[in-house]
């Protein structure tokens, strides 16, 4: 049987977000959605800008991949 540190609701960016902060401190992490992908369809990922990201240390504007939107950028950078 699995037992989790930490049990995130919901694969939005909050969510992602502190999933993966709780995950790089070694705790044992599951997201779970209620959408069969994760970050899709997009929503609230689209109120964060790259610069706030990038405040975070999440991000950087080398992340950016051509042709990717700011939502696509979020959910992989989240999700890595």
Do not use: M
């Amino acid at each position: 049987q699995q037992k989790w540190d930490v049990i995130v609701i919901g694969g939005g960016f909050s969510g992602l977000f502190f999933a993966k902060n709780r995950k790089l401190k070694d705790f044992n992490v599951i997201i779970l959605e209620e959408h069969k992908e994760i970050g899709y369809p997009p929503h609230c990922a689209g109120l964060v800008s790259i610069s706030g990201l990038k405040r975070l240390g999440t991000v950087s504007y080398t992340h950016l991949r051509a042709h990717e939107t700011r939502h696509d950028l979020v959910c992989r950078l989240l999700l890595e």
